[in-house]
């Protein structure tokens, strides 16, 4: 909950704290005119449709354990028959057909933050991910964020996945067993800030994903539907046609609600690297602790699961009380 400033009340300095479920009333209200009042087709690249309104929608609901929300939402996505997978065979596949920097878009776009090799068009996030060696992107890298191949996820992620892959060994000073992604790469860029790659917010696998979740939950255990949405995006991983069975595919009988919720978050997580999405999923299914703790060795506290109110706001918001209003532990 945060002081939920509108239209209505921009001009107001002093606005108490709105609770939760008012924070996302506003949200879903928004939404929903959204999907009304957008177009089926973007007027340019890059602009929202009511698709993208629809899959932001579910993922909400999907937030707010409304499953039959979610479930059904995404399923209008599904159903609309608008987008698919963009097939793959290699890593350079993931990297030039899916990912790649000289993409106006494809199949599987629902909304991206768009990036051009042009001055102040071009995305900074590779230079934040990438090491000089390699040569994956023509302006060194920062290397900021890297893994381990000791590390407990990358350790149980079979070698046959594609995108398992896309993480190599690059030695930046801490041991030869350091993992630098090459998920987004850019030969071309024309600066630090100059990659062409976009940034998926939301691709179908998104919806794929929630639909899967969404429906299992509903159904107290996975059903024939969310078992091959989950396979569609499993599939691609390996190289497979999304939409053809295959030696791959996971098999409805073995998974209960539980296991197949593990299933889904672990998909999402070998799916979405570097979009920003992980740890929203581990916090609203309760595992933050359990993983973190087990691949990092890092015990997280209550407190951690929010951020602060920022002091500039109890400072200057005379309607919030520092003690009462600040989140626990801080």
Same mark, same amino acid.
């Not at 089926?40 to 579910?58: E, Q």
């Not at 608008?82 to 993409?103: H, R």
């Not at 991910?129 to 994956?136: A, D, F, L, V």
């Not at 992604?181 to 860029?189: L, N």
């Given at each position: ?112 933050? &768009?990036?051009?090799? #042009?001055? %102040?068009? +071009? !995305? ?12 994956? $992107? ?49 030969? &071309?860029?024309?600066? #630090?800030? %100059?990659? +062409? !790659? ?12 929630? $639909? ?119």
């Amino acid at each position: 909950g945060v002081p939920l400033r509108t239209e209505t009340n921009m001009t107001e300095i002093d606005l108490k704290r709105s609770t939760v479920d008012e924070v996302y009333n506003l949200i879903v209200a928004d939404l929903k005119e959204a999907e009304n009042a957008l177009p089926d087709r973007p007027s340019n690249v890059g602009r929202p449709s009511k698709w993208a309104a629809k899959t932001l929608l579910a993922d909400v609901y999907l937030q707010l354990a409304k499953y039959t929300d979610a479930r059904d939402k995404a399923d209008e996505v599904i159903k609309s028959n608008k987008f698919s997978l963009v097939p793959v065979a290699t890593k350079a596949d993931f990297q030039a057909k899916v990912f790649g920097p000289e993409l106006v878009s494809t199949t599987e776009e629902i909304f991206y933050f &768009k990036y051009a090799r #042009q001055i %102040g068009q +071009g !995305n900074y996030m590779l230079w934040i991910t990438n090491h000089p060696s390699p040569n994956r $992107f023509n302006f060194g890298g920062a290397f900021v964020v890297y893994g381990q191949t000791t590390d407990s996820f990358y350790r149980a992620w079979d070698d046959n996945d594609i995108r398992k892959a896309l993480w190599e060994k690059v030695n930046i000073g801490l041991g030869a067993n350091t993992l630098i992604s090459s998920k987004f790469i850019d030969q &071309k860029a024309i600066g #630090q800030d %100059g990659a +062409g !790659n976009d940034d998926p917010v939301y691709a179908y696998a998104d919806v794929l994903l929630i $639909f899967a979740e969404a429906a299992s939950r509903v159904n107290n255990g996975p059903t024939a539907q969310a078992m091959e949405a989950l396979n569609q995006v499993r599939r691609r991983g390996y190289g497979r046609n999304p939409t053809a069975t295959s030696s791959v595919d996971l098999v409805l009988a073995n998974y209960n609600a539980d296991s197949f919720l593990d299933l889904v978050i672990r998909e999402r997580g070998y799916e979405f690297i570097y979009l920003g999405k992980r740890w929203l999923d581990l916090k609203r299914t309760g595992k933050v602790k359990d993983m973190i703790k087990s691949s990092k060795g890092i015990t997280v506290a209550d407190k951690h699961l929010l951020w602060p109110i920022p002091v500039s706001e109890l400072n200057f918001n005379k309607a919030l009380d520092p003690t009462k209003d600040q989140n626990p532990g801080y």
